[in-house]
């Protein structure tokens, strides 16, 4: 019996579910930890509205407040930077890709 296996990446993930937004990034890390608005919104130390305007897309973050919740949590600064300036260009109807690198 031979099996077929199939690469499975950020391709594939987006043509099933849409393109990754900040809003879509940060319920689904919320979930993943298993934990409720108010337990995420005392971690971050912001309201519990405005974690759920985050999560649901009714407000995009500024990139400095990306990076602070990126160190916040301990993951890459550019991900998270990257997430909001792309949704704010998409917000804006500029159908431009954003890719942010280091400056070294």
Same mark, same amino acid.
């Given at each position: ?21 900040? &809003?879509? &990034?940060?319920? =689904? ?34 990139? =400095?407040? &990306?990076?602070?919740? &990126? ?34």
């Amino acid at each position: 019996m031979t099996t077929k296996t199939q690469n499975f990446g950020l391709k594939e993930i987006t043509d099933l579910y849409g393109e990754i937004t900040f &809003a879509s &990034a940060l319920n =689904s890390l919320r979930l993943s930890e298993e934990k409720t608005l108010k337990e995420y919104s005392d971690f971050l130390g912001i309201s519990i509205q405005r974690l759920s305007d985050l999560e649901k897309g009714r407000r995009i973050p500024s990139p =400095s407040w &990306a990076r602070d919740f &990126a160190l916040k949590i301990g993951h890459p600064i550019l991900y998270w930077i990257e997430l909001s300036l792309q949704d704010k260009l998409r917000s804006e109807n500029i159908n431009l890709k954003v890719t942010v690198t280091s400056k070294t």
